[in-house]
């Protein structure tokens, strides 16, 4: 019912940034809260941040530490993540969900729809 496109991974130096995108089908894109998690293989999947479905409230995970920034378009059906001062530690393949709650949590199973992902790397 949603399709999810992640866009904008790359290679990066660390101390670099990097914005991911994350374009979404369906007329409905707006009810939909929205979520960002990564994963290194062998790893579980980790919590990076949601925005509610007007984009008014925002949660970010505590490693994060303001580098990361959240933010929605949904005159254009489009989820993005900025990230600012990367680290080597934030390599990983990058997702983007969206749970038909207005407003996801921490917890993967809270999201109903899953994009393919993106790759980041950062290089030290």
């Known amino acids: 019912q949603v399709q999810l496109v992640e866009s904008g991974g790359g290679l990066v130096q660390a101390g670099g940034s990097l914005r991911l995108s994350c374009a979404a089908s369906?007329?409905?894109?707006?009810?939909?809260?929205l979520g960002w998690f990564r994963q290194v293989p062998g790893k579980e999947r980790e919590f990076v941040g949601s925005?509610?479905?007007?984009?008014?409230?925002?949660r970010y995970a505590d490693f994060v530490k303001r580098r990361f920034t959240i933010s929605r378009d949904n005159a254009k059906n489009t989820v993005y993540l900025q990230m600012n001062s990367l680290k080597p530690e934030d390599t990983a393949v990058y997702y983007c969900?969206?749970?038909?709650?207005?407003?996801?949590?921490?917890?993967?199973?809270?999201?109903?729809?899953w994009g393919q992902g993106t790759q980041v790397t950062v290089s030290s």
């Open positions: 969900a969206a749970t038909r709650r207005s407003f996801g949590i921490s917890y993967q199973g809270d999201y109903d729809y």
């Open positions: 369906g007329r409905t894109f707006s009810s939909y809260g």
């Open positions: 925005i509610s479905t007007s984009g008014g409230s925002v």
